[in-house]
């Protein structure tokens, strides 16, 4: 017996139940978006605990995107088959079980496939909590259910790695995995009380675009091992990475045929014909680009270069997490007042603004100094979810919401992974780039340099070392560390720039969105 009685709906006010419900809901969205990212302070700690390396490191948080962006387009389909309050409850439980799993991984193959299973059933948490804000709550309250979803899926990437760190720090990189635990038990009391009770429709397996699920899983999957083994393996010289290129390309053009084909597809292409839903698209997954990749390559960064541990570095992300509990609640109100295009492109710019201040690193470059650029980038943030959502989903009718959600989610998801991927390729590029110009100069033609060397020759002699020539030596591998480090950080700087970049461009392309005002009661946002 459900718990209505409590309270009452009306056409304007929301019962209390009902609210149980959609905030159960947001739980599950913010603890599955959380889990993207919760793990990136904590990657060098991880990685040692199951004896990887730092190349593979990047599986550890891909293989849960991976999981998401397969699974999201098949939520709306299987929330269906399965029931919405049977497929909800069953996913939450999952998710904390499988997350529990992957602290006792004992190598990275392990871990790959319990982070990929924690992703695929944590996935449908996300459009499942918007479903809910959008068919339970009455359209003057949704702007506020809208609110509480923005503010949930984009606080919860900037503090996870500041929870990670502090929890692995103190207690371990397998705590980490055991902070689902709790939240997903809260989660499945007050769903299972709340929501209604639906028959199952199992005969609705026999309607699905199975071709399509195939062929999406199978291109995706090749698509992004591509693009985190290609760096390791030099991209095309390697016959595995052409097999998989060749792989990615047969079967996501097949996805897209069948999709363009099938009376039912599992994702409705034809919705990009709409400008404002193809505009909003676009930006958006330029966005995903550049939030995965900045809390990917910042940790990167401050741990390789910087030295500092996972609880350091969680402090210097929380910057950008914060703010953001301040700033979100005052958007909706914001865009009764403004054009939401312009909201839009001023959260996106000052994003992209944040990032360019990141692009003249040096040694000395380190959590201070990324205070104000993490300032600027959380103010950004703030003014980017709410808005995007609306310009996309103006002009998309209440029965495409659905599907409009699984491809807005799915492909803010995957340009998040492939963002993680590609970032990484292009951080070892531009270091052996770098590496290579500074070495040009740092010659013994040069007198500064014979005078440095002479003098580090010096430093190791007089501190332990008798043998002039093994001083000497060490003085070379030193000089050799130094013109590397500085390739790295030059390196970074470089990502830097093309994040900023990706975001100058979702800026621009949202400047070409029709006007419109915004629909409380139909957005997709993740």
């Avoid at 479903?131 to 506020?144: A, C, D, E, S």
């Avoid at 193809?278 to 990917?296: C, E, K, P, Q, S």
Wanted: contains cysteine; charged residues 10%.
């Amino acid at each position: 017996m459900r718990i209505d009685s409590i309270s009452t709906q009306t056409a304007d006010k929301a019962s209390l139940v009902t609210w149980i419900a959609v905030l159960a809901g947001m739980i599950g969205a913010f603890m599955a978006i959380l889990n993207i990212q919760i793990t990136n302070a904590s990657l060098l700690d991880i990685e040692g605990g199951i004896g990887t390396g730092i190349d593979n490191g990047a599986w550890i948080s891909t293989s849960y995107l991976i999981g998401e962006i397969v699974v999201i387009p098949l939520t709306s389909y299987l929330s269906r088959v399965f029931s919405f309050r049977t497929y909800i409850i069953a996913s939450t439980f999952l998710f904390a079980l499988f997350s529990m799993a992957c602290a006792f991984a004992h190598d990275l193959g392990s871990m790959i496939a319990m982070r990929g299973l924690q992703g695929f059933a944590g996935g449908v948490l996300i459009p499942m909590a918007f479903t809910m804000v959008v068919t339970k709550l009455p359209k003057p309250q949704q702007p506020i259910g809208l609110a509480m979803f923005a503010l949930a899926v984009t606080f919860a990437p900037a503090i996870g790695p500041t929870i990670g760190g502090y929890l692995t720090e103190n207690y371990g990189w397998q705590t980490i995995f055991f902070i689902n635990t709790a939240p997903s038990l809260v989660m499945i009391g007050a769903l299972w009380f709340t929501l209604d009770r639906e028959p199952m429709q199992l005969g609705l397996l026999k309607e699905g675009d199975w071709a399509g699920i195939v062929s999406m899983t199978i291109g995706l999957s090749a698509l992004q091992t591509l693009l985190e083994e290609g760096n390791k393996d030099d991209w095309f010289g390697s016959m595995f990475i052409i097999r998989l290129a060749v792989i990615a390309a047969v079967a996501l053009t097949a996805f897209i045929w069948v999709e363009l084909t099938v009376a039912k597809p599992l994702v409705d292409l034809r919705l990009l014909r709409n400008r404002n839903f193809a505009i909003g698209t676009v930006a958006n997954a330029l966005v995903g680009f550049a939030l995965f990749g900045t809390v990917y390559v910042l940790p990167q960064y401050l741990g390789q270069v910087q030295g500092y541990n996972a609880e350091q570095i969680g402090v210097v992300l929380a910057w950008t997490g914060l703010p953001q509990l301040l700033l979100i609640p005052f958007v909706p109100r914001l865009m009764k007042l403004l054009d939401i295009r312009y909201i839009g492109v001023a959260g996106i710019a000052l994003f992209a603004a944040s990032c360019f201040m990141n692009t003249r690193m040096s040694l000395g470059y380190s959590g201070d100094q990324f205070f104000l650029p993490d300032i600027v980038r959380a103010i950004g943030q703030a003014m980017i979810l709410t808005p995007l959502t609306a310009i996309a989903t103006a002009e998309i009718a209440p029965k495409d919401a659905a599907n409009a959600s699984g491809l807005f989610n799915m492909l803010r998801n995957l340009a998040g992974a492939i963002g993680t991927a590609s970032l990484a390729t292009i951080i070892t590029k531009r270091e052996q780039f770098h590496s290579n110009i500074i070495g040009q100069s740092v010659t013994l033609y040069r007198a500064e340099v014979r005078q440095r060397i002479s003098e580090m020759t010096g430093y190791f002699l007089s501190h332990g070392i008798s043998d002039r020539a093994f001083a000497h030596h060490e003085a070379l591998v030193q000089i050799g560390q130094l013109v590397k480090r500085e390739a790295l950080v030059m390196g970074f700087s470089d990502t830097f720039a093309v994040i900023g970049i990706m975001l100058a461009i979702a800026a621009v392309s949202l400047l070409f969105a029709r006007k419109g005002r915004v629909k409380a009661g139909v957005a997709a946002a993740h």
